[in-house]
């Protein structure tokens, strides 16, 4: 078959590679880049970790058919496991007709200084509230270059944290709210914090516990949303309407049980992460605050809600998303920066909203599977070349296990080694 009428899926990577070239997606020399799949440098892996003996190689995928606030997009997704990008590309496929759209109200992370000991708690409040002016300017004296980029500290605010069911001690907090454009911002924020430490405790007389920026980015919620009509949801076995709102159901148990609501944030999570790695940022700030969030109303939650309304189901994902395009490991990593290229964004904005959609469609695929034919068909399936490799099987061999593994009618180890040995004895 020639490379024209396979689809993406069935062409070798170097075709994929050329197909991403041809359509104006990628570069040659990011073709050249990605073909290579370099090594990190000496240097630079001995510099971003401490005693590094290795690197360790994972494969970085792209999830097609996304169009998000109507423009196309094509998305790195860096994971390990089978089935993420194919589920993803197939829900953005279905999502399609009006793609995705989203939305942020401001980008504006939080550090906190913690203070104890404070002999005049609530005088020391004041004192600190009083005192706004001196504050903004040794916030600027810290961090002169992100004020004259537009960011650094925005505001504000003082709170005595005490609870008494816990502990009788009481804790005097600083929340600043800081811009730190398009940086993930940890270092610029700790630097701030650091900064203005000395003159706080000055103001208090208390001592301080600790200053770092906080990952739970309530002031930087990000949004996207989908909506699709129910006729574009029929299968073979479901009618639009019965498969939407068992999609609607099954966001809503989510709401209610935290054991099923670990496991559908996961499947987000699949995706999230996926495209955080790629782009060089850090999933574990990402995945602290999206946590944090999905428990804000007291209880660990769903982070999705799907509703029927009319003819359709709409989708809509919001979480604190506080991602990089500069700064941080993004710099040093050769892929990140083609990464960055290949989805066309250059703010942290853009990324972030690109990132919301992937979750949301991930989402999708993990509801739409779960309600009609379960998760294991389209897993196991995508699992079975993984599996042939696990027993043994090389180059040709993968594949020609992998389909009969696909057509047996069980799918495990022990199968894969007997066919295994069938084809080698042939
Ligand atoms: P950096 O300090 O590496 O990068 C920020 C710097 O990039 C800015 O100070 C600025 O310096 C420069 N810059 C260039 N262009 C821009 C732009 N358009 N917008 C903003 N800054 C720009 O990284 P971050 O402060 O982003 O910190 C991220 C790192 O911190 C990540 O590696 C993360 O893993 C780590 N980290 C995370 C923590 C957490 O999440 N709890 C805690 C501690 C660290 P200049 O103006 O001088 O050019």
């Known amino acids: 078959m020639s490379q024209e009428n396979k689809k993406f899926y069935q062409q070798t990577r170097v075709e994929r590679l050329d197909t991403l070239v041809n359509q104006g997606i990628i570069s040659d020399s990011d073709k050249e880049l990605y ?6 440098t000496e240097d630079v892996a001995n510099s971003l970790i ?12 792209v999830a097609l058919n996304f169009i998000i606030d109507g423009e196309k997009k094509v998305i790195p997704m860096v994971v390990e496991e089978p089935s993420v990008i194919a589920a993803c590309s197939n829900s953005a496929k279905i999502l399609s007709r009006n793609g995705f759209s989203t939305s942020i109200s401001k980008r504006e992370l939080i550090g906190q200084i913690i203070l104890k000991d404070i002999p005049d708690i609530e005088a020391a409040k004041l004192k600190i509230e009083k005192n706004k002016d001196q504050i903004f300017t040794l916030a600027k004296e810290a961090h002169p270059s ?36 398009d940086a993930m911002g940890a270092n610029i924020i700790n630097t701030i914090l650091e900064g203005l430490t000395p003159f706080i405790l000055e103001l208090t007389n208390g001592a301080s516990l600790m200053s770092i920026l906080s990952n739970y980015n309530t002031e930087a919620l990000v949004t996207a949303t989908c909506e699709v009509p129910l006729t574009d949801l029929e299968t073979k076995n479901f009618s639009g309407q019965e498969l939407g709102q068992k999609i609607a159901e099954a966001s809503l ?53 799907w509703e029927v309304v009319e003819d359709n189901l709409v989708g809509e994902l919001t979480l604190p998303m506080v991602l ?24 942290s904005e853009e990324l972030s909203r690109i990132v919301l959609c992937v979750g949301l469609a991930q989402n999708f695929a993990a509801l739409r599977a779960l309600v009609s034919d379960g998760i294991q068909k389209g897993h196991m399936s ?8 696990q027993v043994g099987a090389q180059n040709e061999e993968i594949e020609i296990i992998a389909n009969q593994l696909r057509l047996a009618p069980k799918m495990n180890s022990a199968i894969a080694k007997e066919l295994l040995m069938t084809l080698r004895d042939k």
């Open 35 to 40: 073909q290579k799949t370099p090594l990190l």
């Open 50 to 61: 401490e005693n590094q003996i290795s690197q360790f190689p994972l494969p970085e995928g």
């Open 146 to 181: 992100i004020h004259s980029r537009g960011g650094g500290l925005k505001d504000f605010y003082v709170k005595i944290i005490k609870d008494t069911t816990i502990t009788d001690k009481e804790f005097l907090t600083v929340y600043l709210l800081i811009e730190t454009k």
């Open 253 to 305: 148990y989510a709401k209610l049980d935290p054991h099923r609501a670990a496991t559908h944030n996961k499947g987000i999570m699949n995706g999230i992460d996926s495209v955080v790695i790629a782009t060089g940022n850090d999933p574990r700030a990402v995945e602290a605050g999206a946590h944090a969030f999905a428990s804000k109303n007291g209880r660990y939650q769903g982070m999705t809600n």
């Open 324 to 347: 990089g395009t500069v700064g941080g490991a993004i710099s040093v990593l050769p892929l990140a920066k083609s990464n960055l290229e290949l989805l066309g964004v250059t703010t």
């Open 382 to 389: 995508l699992h079975a070349s993984s599996l042939a490799i």
